[in-house]
């Protein structure tokens, strides 16, 4: 044994994985390792996966993991020397006592059975967090080595601050370990008594005990407080290396999801890695908000037998997370569905997620597994079909016709979904060249005769908000492209027509779909509002499944719905 690990506490990492697709991905000691992705695709079954590869001295097959290599260091006869023993000479490992021969026999074989494993690993299914919350025995801190986590919060006052620090920004109130509590080690929820010292007072005084007991002890409170509880304790007290989490998310509120995935990132000690599943987007921006180098996000897709890992590294959140309309936007869901439709607006997934329910009413089906997503508009299109691509999503992207309006835009968002640009370049010029020899809807002349019409007729101190929307309204219409929006493809002519139709094949191929009427709005023309207003009096007013203007809708989202 050499010099460095002679006197180096053992440790257990996982160091690689390859997965059944093939695929293999490389960890270091610090790593948050997420695994995300659709219903049944096998985020659980990965994390049960690992403990069977670290566990077994035998070739194995797990479903999802084809190979495992865990990185084993440091002088397993320290923790031999620092174990529990019992009357017979046994070292408890956490599950058991064992014969330290044994112990150096698993150790030196680089495997953690049963017998083992429990002191290197700890895996937080949501059974188990609930069950960690409940008081463990009491034992004697003299003589004994703590066990549980509340143990280790009894014997360290600075420990239980820190954890009721975080809880106290969860739930607003603080968590207190009850010193006198017999046979077990209750955890108290509320306010946390105040101490009076002039009086001799301490923590184990009637006086305080007695205010102590009208607090609600943790195991009486709701599933969610206890899991969060478990969740901390697990994480932040152990001296477990590698930390199993199956949704952490489980019984938790959003806030109280995303806030438990940033306390994750930003807390977890140093040489600690964290495997965890989870179909929360709350949970994964909290781990995005910490800005924590070593997060990994892994998405799985499922195909038969196959499970296809893609990784979304440090450097593509970071890409996604600095542009703040993506940040808040609901972008993160992607990874928790099947498929994903991009649109430019909220008001454009509102009305395409409505049309696709409405498909789905009367049949007794359950709508497909579709995320209706918004990114702000066209120009951050291609970041986010980049990350969503990067993570193998299922991606549709939904464009008003005007995108053909700018070249570079245009070609942006094709190289991202990865059309070949020479396959649309000379038809993209024809028609643009058509356009170009289009007369706009109104001169130079004509607009300022508009828009001076429109002043001259204001009286009002403060300028009416109709006559602003007239005035938009004339400036939208100086442009051909304007038109285009309105009539969509049967605005061209002859070649450019053809072009158009060639262009548009391409593009439905890829994933990408122009809208053929223009523009939302011209789904719908008895209703001249736009936006917000639009959308709003369409859903209201209009029957989405029937109605005979809104075919064209419905034949579009259709397409959508059936790609791939």
């Known amino acids: 044994m050499d010099s460095i690990n002679e006197y180096q506490n053992p440790e257990v990492f996982v160091k690689s994985i390859t997965f059944n697709d093939g695929s293999t991905f490389e960890f270091n000691e610090s790593d948050i390792v997420v695994f995300t992705g659709a219903n049944n695709v096998g985020k659980t079954q990965v994390l049960r996966d690992i403990v069977q590869r670290l566990k077994s001295d035998e070739e194995i097959s797990t479903p999802v993991i084809n190979m495992l290599i865990g990185d084993f260091r440091g002088n397993i006869e320290l923790f031999i020397k620092s174990a529990k023993q019992n009357e017979n000479g046994l070292f408890w490992t956490g599950s058991g006592y064992n014969h330290g021969s044994n112990i150096l026999f698993w150790w030196n074989s680089k495997k953690l059975p049963s017998g083992l494993s429990k002191s290197f690993i700890n895996f937080l299914n949501t059974e188990q967090r609930l069950s960690s919350s409940n008081p463990p025995s009491s ?71 007695d205010r102590l007991d009208k607090l609600t002890p943790l195991k009486e409170q709701g599933d969610g407080m206890r899991s969060f509880v478990a969740t901390l304790l697990d994480t932040f007290t152990s001296n477990h290396t590698i930390t199993l989490i199956d949704e952490p998310e489980a019984f938790l509120h959003p806030p109280q999801a995303r806030l438990l995935g940033k306390m994750l990132a930003k807390n977890t000690p140093n040489k600690r890695q964290l495997f965890i599943s989870t179909h929360s987007e709350d949970f994964l921006k909290g781990l995005i908000d910490a800005d924590n180098e070593n997060v990994k996000i892994i998405r799985i897709n499922r195909e038969g037998n196959i499970n296809h890992m893609n990784i979304l590294n440090n450097d593509d959140i970071r890409i996604l997370w600095k542009d703040p309309i993506l940040r808040h936007s609901n972008i993160l869901s992607g990874l928790f569905h099947s498929k994903v439709v991009l649109c430019e607006s909220d008001t454009d997934c509102r009305f395409y997620q409505a049309i696709m329910n409405s498909l789905h009413d009367e049949e007794s089906e359950i709508s497909p597994d579709i995320l209706f997503a918004h990114c702000g508009g066209k120009q951050r299109l291609k970041t986010v079909i980049t990350a969503l691509k990067s993570l193998n999503v299922t991606l549709i992207v939904v464009a008003d016709i005007d995108i053909l309006n700018d070249k570079t835009t245009f070609k942006d968002i094709a190289d991202s979904l990865n059309i070949e640009w020479a396959t649309l370049e000379s038809k993209w010029n024809i028609i643009n060249n058509y356009v170009k020899n289009q007369r706009a809807q109104l001169d130079t002349e004509n607009v300022k005769t508009e828009i001076y019409k429109i002043l001259d007729e204001v009286v009002a101190i403060l300028f009416p908000e109709i006559d602003i929307e007239k005035i938009k309204k004339i400036l939208k219409n100086s442009t051909a492209w304007s038109k285009i929006k309105e009539t969509g493809k049967n605005f061209f002519k002859g070649e450019s027509y053809h072009k158009f139709n060639e262009i548009n094949t391409i593009c439905h191929t890829n994933g990408l779909f122009i809208v053929p009427v223009g523009e939302l709005e011209s789904f719908y023309r008895p209703n001249s509002s736009h936006g917000t207003k639009w959308v709003n009096e369409v859903l209201e007013q209009i029957d989405l499944r029937t109605d005979v203007e809104l075919r064209d809708a419905r034949e579009f989202v259709e397409k959508i719905i059936n790609y791939i």
Not at 148 to 157: E, F, M, R, T
Not at 179 to 194: D, M, N
């Open 139 to 209: 034992f004697d801190r003299r003589k004994d080595i703590p066990t549980h986590p509340i143990q280790i919060l009894y014997s360290d006052d600075s420990k239980e601050i820190e954890i009721s620090d975080y809880f106290r920004k969860a739930f607003g109130k603080d968590l207190i370990v009850d010193k006198c509590g017999g046979s077990v080690i209750p955890l108290f929820v509320g306010e946390k008594p105040t101490i009076n010292h002039k009086n001799g007072e301490d923590r184990t005084s009637k006086s305080y005990l």
